[in-house]
């Protein structure tokens, strides 16, 4: 029987052209936030299979790649469930690793802690463009301060990152999770019901209005309650002026300070920020981590469906893993999202140093071939990129595959 030559499901090759870009990519990336602080870690792509299942990572936890215990661990006759079979997984996402990181390294650690992640990340999802179940992931967190400097900073180093490769008028959307309860509280909703009437909420911008109205109802939800709640969206503007707003009508349901604290971050990052981008305040933005305790943000590019990163503050999770409750906040790129904007776009990395391509006659002898090699060398020895390669019968064709990859200069070499 042939082996299978395409990748499994939901993976993908990469090839040479899109390799370029994604290294790119990550060189600004690294730049960009080492600039401001960030320091970058790594954590295994196996975790626990507690850690990963501790309802801490929403719809997520149920697209986990188990993996099975291994050797004498492993009992098949005795085991009753799935879980006397697993004792480990792949990493979902870089938050909960990094908070496990965080736990056992603390010490050694300076703080507040600001960490940079890049690493891939596995989903049994159903792939789609931009979507697949081995991805790379972008994070950048800070631990350790509970203040809205964590937000602004974060905010400023993405949007700094994307305003370098090339990334206008996008618009990073931001809310509160506590103006989220807030909101429910001053309409009557009990608290326990929250996270459904989030999990609705979260359909606005595909089913409207009416359809979330709708779905409220349908389960269960009278009607006062209903068109009280759909009201406050009404007229909501989405600046700071709109947060102070909401948070006034809604000072018996939540605390003042918050939306404070939310209009202040929006304020700084409109006054500092020199990146082409808007700040909207949008009520209606949930996002589906259950960990996240109060600002949550995503990125929106004009044209693209569904978000292109996205993060917030989770002050609760470390503290799972201690006992003692840690600030935390972070913001996630979608890096292959970003890669597949960048690939449909024709994008090509600015400032690429010249590339050059020997190219040798097949049956050319050994003087001939250690002549280009040692002139390749030479080059090299100047920081030249030189590809030294067999002439193909069809040179044509093989230049032009070349010139794809980005070499521009060609010198051949034939046999006497």
């Not at 950048?140 to 900073?153: F, N, Q």
């Not at 309650?225 to 002026?241: C, G, H, Q, R």
Request: glycine share 10%.
């Amino acid at each position: 029987m042939a082996l299978k030559k395409k990748p499994v499901t939901g993976m993908k090759d990469i090839l040479p052209a899109e390799m370029q870009i994604r290294e790119y990519v990550m060189e600004q990336i690294r730049e960009t936030y080492g600039s401001f602080g960030f320091h970058s870690i790594e954590t295994p792509c196996v975790e626990h299979i507690e850690n990963l299942s501790s309802k801490q990572g929403g719809d997520n936890e149920k697209l986990i790649f188990k993996i099975m215990k291994r050797g004498e661990k492993l009992n098949l006759e005795t085991a009753q469930s799935e879980g006397d079979l697993t004792d480990s997984g792949l990493r979902y996402d870089l938050t909960v690793p990094l908070s496990r990181y965080y736990s056992n390294n603390a010490a050694m650690l300076t703080s507040p802690f600001k960490a940079l992640q890049m690493g891939s990340v596995w989903r049994a999802d159903r792939p789609q463009k931009g979507r697949f179940r081995q991805f790379v992931q972008c994070d950048i967190d800070i631990l350790g301060d509970p203040t809205r400097l964590a937000e602004i900073e974060l905010i400023l180093a993405t949007t700094t990152l994307l305003g370098k490769i090339g990334f206008k008028g996008y618009s990073i959307r931001i809310n509160d999770r506590n103006i989220l309860k807030g909101m429910a509280a001053y309409c009557g909703f009990p608290e326990e019901s929250y996270d459904q009437v989030f999990i609705i909420l979260d359909k606005m911008d595909k089913i409207g209005t009416d359809g979330v109205a709708k779905e409220l109802a349908e389960a269960g939800y009278d009607e006062e309650k209903i068109s009280k709640y759909l009201s406050l969206f009404e007229n909501v503007t989405p600046d700071a002026a709109g947060v102070r707003s909401l948070g006034e009508l809604l000072k018996d349901a939540m605390d003042q300070s918050q939306a404070e604290n939310l209009a202040s971050i929006i304020d700084s990052v409109t006054e500092i920020s020199t990146s082409q981008f808007n700040i909207v305040f949008d009520p209606t933005l949930v996002r589906g981590m259950s960990y996240y305790t109060g600002t949550i943000f995503e990125i929106h590019v004009d044209g693209f469906p569904g978000s292109v990163g996205g993060g917030g503050r989770y002050d609760k999770m470390i503290g799972k893993f201690t006992g003692m409750d840690t600030p935390a906040c972070g913001f996630s790129v979608g890096f292959e999202r970003i890669i597949t904007i960048l690939m449909d776009e024709g994008f090509t990395v600015p400032g690429k140093e010249e590339k050059m391509v020997f190219l040798i006659e097949k049956g050319a002898g050994a003087e001939v071939m250690n002549k280009a090699i040692q002139e390749a060398m030479e080059l090299r020895a100047k920081g030249e990129v030189v590809l030294v390669s067999q002439m193909n019968k069809n040179k044509k064709f093989q230049k032009e595959s070349l010139q794809k990859e980005g070499y521009t200069q060609f010198k051949e070499f034939y046999k006497d």
